[in-house]
């Protein structure tokens, strides 16, 4: 599935995106930002934080930078004896 948005993505970016021009109030445009967003967090994560993205753009957003957030630790594949020392440490 993940490979199906980012090639949905990259067509639209190909074709499409150019034809808007310069009007996106963020930076990296929300195109950009979504491909970004599923490359880094999958398709259902990425889509979510697209779609959080899409709706922040409206004609009074102030806009400016807006980079995907990282992943978080515990999505990276901490082992579980890491994972069991950090809850016993109450962290």
Known sequence: MKWVLVA???????????LYGE???YYPSCSAYALEAVQTHGSVKGSWLTVRRLARCHPWAAGGVD???PKSPASRGRSSAA???HI???V
């Open 67 to 69: 980079h995907v957030p």
């Open 8 to 18: 949905l993505l990259r067509g639209y970016r190909a074709l499409i995106s150019p």
């Open 83 to 85: 994972h069991c020392e």
């Open 88 to 90: 016993e440490q109450g």
């Open 23 to 25: 009007v996106c109030r």
